[in-house]
């Protein structure tokens, strides 16, 4: 049931409430509440053309599907979003574009118009087998009939392998990720002095993290912690994790920092490359803490192509040029590197 509300949710970044970063009370001026709101909207990842009417604000932004849904698609790929900033951050897309534009196989195909969705793992699973997703009062219908379908699906082992067996992707995906474990992100100026896993022990450090919707990595964060802090001490911290709260969807590469704007959290506990991003885009909001050893807890992250894509010749490309530059891209924006012997690794999907 939980989870059916989180997919009923907008993924806009605030669902009722506008945050307010700073704790301003509600009678403060409405400059200063325009100045709050100003703290902590969703950048957007591509601009749209001039023509098009745009809204986005925070409870207009919908992050994660990224592209024209109602014009053809020339290429779709539904993946788990942990990864976003590297795949819509400029060294993937686009060059993708000009590569296939340059090749003689691939020059006439027409890609202006990829749409790829960025929501976690079960939601992936959840909305292709549902065959929809809804975002307040519209419902987008995720099918071969409309066109809204993936080509391509990025995710881990377990997510992948279900899918391959209710008939949608091939037997095969190909590893193209690891991540460095978990970091932890602090409230800008980190008032609490938190510069190490240990100061999470303290009682008065309410952390956030990936909740029970997001299994696969939830288990990862608590391992982590299981191993480096013992499991006395991680079942103190879980005491103290922030659960619901106004806002919150289910996807924790947007409720960790929405929690610490809204001042739901003082800690948020989030892989390694998101803590960087978010630190690096948001620096009035949050920093970033690195855990060292914790990239000996990490998890990879696979491609594989559907089965009969809508889009075959876009799909062939795609993984074609993909492959040629995740594993120099990727380290880039804060990722592992991966040896001869991790990176392309076959997985059978049973």
Known sequence: MRRRMFMRATT?????????????????????????????????????PNHILTLNGHTDTVPDIV???????????????NHFPVLLGGEIVEPFRTWAHGNPRY?????????????????????????GIGFGNLTLEVSRRSGFYPDV??????PLTELHQ????????QVFARNRGLSLLVRAGNRLAIHHLEDLKRPDVRIIMASADEPGARSQY??????MLGGEATESILVRETGMFPGRLGIQHRDVLHALAAREAEVGIIFHHLARYFANAYPQVC??????????????????????PLRAKAANAFAEY?????????????????????????????
Do not use: H
């Open 222 to 227: 608590i391992s982590a912690l299981k191993a």
């Open 107 to 131: 020059a006439g195909l027409d890609l202006e118009n990829i749409v790829i969705v960025t929501l976690p793992q079960p939601m992936i699973v959840a909305m292709i087998r549902g065959q």
């Open 322 to 350: 993909f492959l040629s530059v995740a594993r120099t891209v990727y380290p880039r924006y804060g990722f592992a590197s991966m040896t001869d012997a991790e990176y392309g690794v076959p997985l059978t999907l049973r």
């Open 287 to 308: 920093a970033m803490v690195t855990v060292p050893g914790a990239e000996q807890f990490s998890s990879t992250i696979a491609m594989v192509s559907a089965i009969d």
């Open 67 to 81: 592209g024209r849904v109602g014009a053809p698609i020339g290429l779709a790929i539904f993946t788990e979003g």
């Open 166 to 173: 209710a008939g949608v992707v091939d037997a095969e995906a």
């Open 12 to 48: 806009a970044a605030v669902l009722g409430s506008i945050l307010r970063s700073d704790g301003r009370a509600a009678g403060s001026s409405s400059r200063d509440q325009q100045c709050a709101s100003d703290e902590f909207v969703w950048k957007q990842m591509l601009a749209p």
């Open 153 to 158: 699906v990025m995710g881990g082992l377990a």
